[in-house]
């Protein structure tokens, strides 16, 4: 419970993040890619910005998840390509899917990126010194924290399936009952880590009327100063009529 409770949202054995920037600094860059993927930007705005998320990943992400990445991207990018050397109907209707799923899979990669470099305390520490309200970095918290549990007792349950034979085969010939031998367990595991993460949040004295005690102190730094300029240069460069195009 307390690891669960009390430390960073990343895979056990998981190196350190060599972006140690303020959640602060990520958060700006991370919505103003959003705003602009998922937005009217230009393809050479997305593009750019594909890169910019690969090279996070590539920073602070296994090289798996970078290949994943890269091979996702790159097959969607393709996709939308189609219509150009085949203009047919279905050619158009795969394109334009395509063409949206890029752009969920490049604001998903960052958020996960963003979700796993974070530990919670600098995030609450960042709100705090923000001035948040409650109804705000409590939901928070506890969102940080009970995901990364409950995708590790997924990966159990799945491991637990493997070992008894539920899985390849078995799941294309019965998918209503290898979908019911995964959500069962995963639910009920979830719900006893739940009450797990309430049990040590009421000790912990979150959502209380006093002032909490910072152990993280933010400062800005180099890496913060990069992220805002290229937060900052990425809304310059989709306002240009060159890449606005």
Known sequence: M????GGRPRPRGAAAPRVHADPRSKFILLLVCNVLVM?????????????????LIALDEPVRVLISYSAITAVFWGLTQVPLWWPSGVAVF????AYWLLRFAISLSLGAWFVTT????????????????????VPLAVLFRFVPVALDEARGVIEAMRLRGYS?????RHPLDGIEKLVVPVLATSARSADDLSAAALIRGLGSGGRPTVVDRLRFGAADAVLLALSAGLVVLALQPVWGR
């Open 2 to 5: 307390d690891a669960a409770f």
């Open 168 to 172: 390849g085969s078995y799941l294309w």
């Open 94 to 97: 795969f394109g334009v899917v």
């Open 39 to 55: 937005g009217m930007a230009s393809n050479r705005a997305v593009g750019l910005i594909a890169v910019l998320v690969g090279a």
């Open 118 to 137: 974070t530990r919670v305390s600098a995030l609450l520490a960042a709100l705090n010194q923000l001035r948040a309200p409650q109804f705000l970095t």
